[in-house]
């Protein structure tokens, strides 16, 4: 075998799903009737393009993988038509434009399941990353502009929103599996949510990180998802203020019982900032079994400290 082209089908499949779907496609279409019927079957394989910079936004009417795209990734501030990407199944959004998010309707992405949304650059997000795991925004999403209907979405990730935001993506979201969001617990909003019963998987990481916490927030966003069956929080605080009187914190226990029936898992990243790891009166050794013992192994939970 001595030409690229008398690889059989499977390999070349598999060489594929190492291009980028325009790059793929100026390679390889148009070579020869077999090389296009493969493309044009690339629903196999999975294909991505990533819209790094402006000029990668020179998409026309000529090109054809924009049709073939599975993954769309784009880069931050990118006016795009998301139009042109109509049967992608994921995409990912940094720092979008306004005029971007209106686009994500059922209308214009009929197929996507998948939808990833940061507000924020890489400088910024590599200053913070020492505070938080997730995004951190440089603007808290505080509008529902945005959110009209995408019944196929499944999974959501996006940075600090607010009630209202949070409100808006359940009602447009209607199937919505899984959702990983940041959000300030100091949200005073009281708004009556109706009741989403797909959603199983909820990840939240929480902004503020002053002592003692406020957890009333989380009655507005754990009281409309009954049917949550694993929970992630991640919560931060500065070490000069952990004191004793964390003990009597009862990490969410009480929301948990009353709000989620069907919960079968929870973690709790808790981070610690700044210093050495506090240790005086062996707080720090008696948290774990203070969490355990107010989570009663009603389902598999799970206390994670770290710097």
């Known amino acids: 075998m001595n030409k690229f082209e008398d690889m ?3 390999i070349l499949l598999d060489v594929f799903q190492y291009f980028d779907a325009r790059d793929l496609f100026q390679l390889f279409y148009q070579l020869n009737t077999r090389f296009n019927n493969l ?26 993988f924009p049709n073939f795209t599975h993954t769309l990734i784009v880069g931050r501030a990118i006016l795009i038509d998301l139009n042109q990407f109509h049967n992608i199944h994921s995409l990912k959004l940094e720092c979008p434009l306004k005029r971007v998010l209106s686009q ?19 400088t910024y997000r ?10 951190l925004p440089i603007d808290t999403l505080t509008t529902a502009d945005e959110w009209t209907s995408l019944p196929s979405l499944r999974t959501l990730r996006i940075s600090r929103i607010t009630l209202v935001v949070y409100q ?5 979201c209607q199937h919505l599996h899984s959702l990983e969001l940041a959000m300030f617990s100091c949200d005073d909003s009281t708004l009556n949510i109706e009741s989403h019963s797909k959603l199983k998987r909820l990840v939240m990481d929480v902004g503020d990180m002053k002592w003692p916490w406020t957890d009333h927030v989380f009655d507005s966003y754990l ?5 949550i069956e694993h929970l992630i929080v991640y919560r931060s605080m500065f070490s000069s203020k952990l004191t004793d009187s964390l003990l009597e914190y009862d990490w969410l ?16 990243y808790f981070k610690i ?7 005086e009166s062996n707080v720090l050794s008696q948290l774990e079994e203070k969490f355990l013992n107010f989570h009663c192994h009603k389902y598999h939970s799970r206390l994670i400290i770290y710097q």
């Open 273 to 279: 900032i700044q210093g050495q790891i506090y240790n």
């Open 168 to 172: 808006a993506i359940l009602k447009a």
């Open 8 to 10: 059989p089908n499977e």
């Open 104 to 122: 994500l309707t059922s209308q214009n992405l009929p197929y996507l399941e998948h939808l990833s949304i940061s507000h924020l650059g890489t």
């Open 39 to 64: 493309l044009k079957s690339s629903q196999q394989l999975n294909l991505f393009f990533h819209m790094q910079i402006f000029a990668d936004n020179q998409i026309n009417d000529h090109h054809l």
């Open 253 to 268: 226990a009480s929301k948990l019982s009353v709000y989620l029936a069907f919960l079968q898992q929870f973690k709790f």
């Open 126 to 135: 590599t200053l913070c990353s020492t505070f938080h795991p997730f995004f």
């Open 223 to 227: 009281s409309c998802v009954p049917n």
